[in-house]
Nanobody
């Protein structure tokens, strides 16, 4: 059974930074493409960033230059470094895993999901 566990969320002032982590267990982490998504209450879950098995990355336009996705295969962990945070970044952030190397941005392309971690950015 593949499990994803996020951590690192919290409350931060606008302009601040956070680093989210997602630890994957139950399968060979290096074979997965990993994504980060976020969801506000009442809204659909939206794509934020994705990293392939060979560390190719792709970002949502509104986070380019502020967020960085990375992975450490030795630690079975994917990270989302978030800088210059804005109130509109407030959401529950989820990591997700999919087999294969394509940089997919749709939720239905992902096979496994974490439970989410809350990020709140105050103005």
């Amino acid at each position: 059974q593949v499990q994803l566990v996020e951590s690192g969320g919290g409350l931060v002032q606008a302009g601040g930074s956070l680093r989210l982590s997602c630890v994957v267990s139950g399968h060979t982490f290096s074979t997965y493409t990993m994504g980060w998504f976020r969801q506000d209450p009442g809204k659909e879950r939206e794509f934020v960033a994705v990293i392939s098995q060979i560390a190719t990355t792709y970002y949502k336009d509104s986070v380019k230059g502020r967020f960085t996705i990375s992975r450490d295969n030795a630690k079975n962990t994917v990270y989302l470094h978030m800088n210059s945070l804005k109130p509109e970044d407030t959401a529950v952030y989820y990591c997700a895993a999919r087999s294969g190397g394509l940089l997919r941005t749709m939720t239905h392309n992902y096979d496994y999901w974490g439970q989410g971690t809350q990020v709140t950015v105050s103005s």
